[in-house]
């Protein structure tokens, strides 16, 4: 359990941060345990979608030590990044935030602090061993020293808590980052993953009923190049958290540092494994616009726009849908399907995959997300039918699966002129099986 330590409010004159005016506060702990921190912050300027505006850039650090970095991509609106600090010991504590220029956006000058409040997991709190195992990620820099404070920067952490009955759990930790710069192409991401965030496994471990780390064989990994699963072999900072570095264009890691910024990011929420990974989106929507935004400004928008097109639209053209599927049969493929959308008073099925297996999401049984390019300005209410449809892989026609079941409609929405998904959505238990035989079944009928 997060306990309230204290908060530092600024709200009705934000405190402002520029290279030469710093801000410390200090707060008491009563025994040990993960601290964590909210920086509510804005940026005046600051746009994610505007070159030169992304970021601000600020170093914290703790009883006179650097701990950490962040960067500040929400701009000039209030917005709170959830940080951890670290195992600290009980006693009075230090924290100075500094305005970094060099490392900021060019044009962007200033910050504004308008809260910093304290949290506190308890050593004795058994949930501290999901907090305590978080990985400390250090920033990319391929191209430049600090390329995160413009592209494929950090959103969010969410984990995967698998439990054994000899009382051992396999947590396993994932990152979602605004974009990713190589790897899949932008109108692939719409149509495989349903968005165009870049969500990775970062890191696995596996620990004994008292929480503490079994060290052996395979018990400790992280994605490495090539979405290798990597032994950990590397260091720990700030307590006991591992030490990993961004180092691929595509999202993937190395447990040697080779970078000078680092951020520890709070572990949002334990993610089941039967829900979709974008239900943590969902949770905090402002991923979505950060995503669209970075994807504005880097990609090329097809203009006009052609919904039956494979080149990629502009995302608030698109209909996001999150659903499941499960193979029929033993196979040595997972099988695939399309998503189809019909709009009213329109003879067309527009396509998740543009009808190319190619862009099909080919990856294991479970849940899985897509989009469907539509027609600009469409909403929900337009909608009249979707349905599934069997994807023949091979090329020769001939199938490789008896079948494919698919669990209905999980979500299906737009996002609105905020860049969020709005309010109005469509769900569905219609569960059905697509096959040879009968490759096309309704999930949701108006």
């Excluded at 520029?18 to 300027?45: A, C, H, M, W």
């Excluded at 009883?63 to 991509?73: A, P």
């Excluded at 503490?212 to 699963?229: A, L, N, P, S, Y």
């Excluded at 300005?377 to 091979?394: F, G, M, P, Y």
Aim: hydrophobic share 30%; aromatic share 12%; glycine share 6%.
């Amino acid at each position: 359990m997060e306990n309230f330590i204290i908060s530092f409010p600024f709200s009705d004159s934000p405190f402002q941060l520029y290279e030469k005016r710093q801000l410390s506060l200090t707060f008491s702990l009563n025994e040990r345990g993960e601290t964590l921190i909210d920086l509510v912050s804005s940026v005046p300027g600051g746009d994610w979608g505007a070159t030169d505006k992304e970021s601000a850039f600020v170093t914290l650090y703790l009883n006179g030590e650097y701990n950490q970095d962040f960067i500040l991509f929400y701009g000039d609106e209030v917005f709170a990044y959830e940080r951890m600090l670290g195992s600290l010991p009980p006693g009075k504590h230090e924290l100075t935030f500094v305005f970094k220029t060099d490392q900021s956006s060019p044009l962007i000058t200033s910050a504004e602090v308008h809260k910093v409040e304290i949290r506190q997991v308890k050593e004795s709190d058994p949930d501290i061993v999901f907090y305590k195992n978080a990985p400390l990620l250090y920033g990319r820099n391929l191209d430049t020293h600090f390329e995160n404070v413009r592209t494929d920067t950090p959103l969010a952490s969410f984990y995967y808590c698998d439990e054994h009955e000899d009382g051992t759990m396999i947590l396993e930790y994932h990152t979602i980052f605004s974009h990713e710069d190589g790897g899949t192409e932008a109108p692939a991401l719409m149509s495989r993953w349903g968005r165009t965030t870049d969500i990775e496994w970062t890191y696995r471990v596996k620990v004994d009923q008292y929480g503490k780390r079994i060290i052996e064989g395979d018990c400790e990994v992280f994605q490495g190049k090539d979405h290798m699963r990597t032994q950990f072999r590397g260091k720990r900072g700030l307590g006991s958290h591992p030490i990993l570095q961004s180092s691929t264009i595509n999202g993937n890691f190395s447990d040697r540092v080779t970078s000078n910024y680092r951020y520890l990011l709070r572990p949002d929420t334990c993610l089941p494994r039967e829900v979709n990974r974008e239900a943590v989106m969902d949770k905090n929507p402002w991923t979505y616009a950060v995503s669209i935004k970075e994807v504005r400004r880097q990609e090329k928008i097809e203009s006009p726009h052609n919904p039956q097109t494979e080149k990629l639209g502009d995302p608030c053209q698109y209909f996001y849908l999150q659903t499941s599927k499960f193979t029929v049969g033993e196979t040595y493929q997972p099988g695939k399907v399309d998503i189809k959308v019909k709009l009213i008073k329109d003879p067309i099925w527009y396509s998740s995959t543009f009808n190319n297996a190619a862009m099909a999401y080919g990856g294991e049984d479970g849940p899985f997300s897509t989009t469907v390019k539509l027609p600009a300005n469409k909403r929900v209410e337009d909608i009249e039918e979707i349905r599934a449809s069997l994807i023949t892989e091979n090329e020769t026609g001939i199938e490789t699966v008896k079948g494919v079941i698919v669990e209905g409609v999980r979500k299906a929405f737009f996002v609105g002129k905020d860049l969020m998904p709005e309010t109005s959505f469509i769900n569905s238990n219609q569960k059905v099986e697509v096959s040879p035989a009968n490759r096309n079944k309704t999930l949701w009928k108006k």
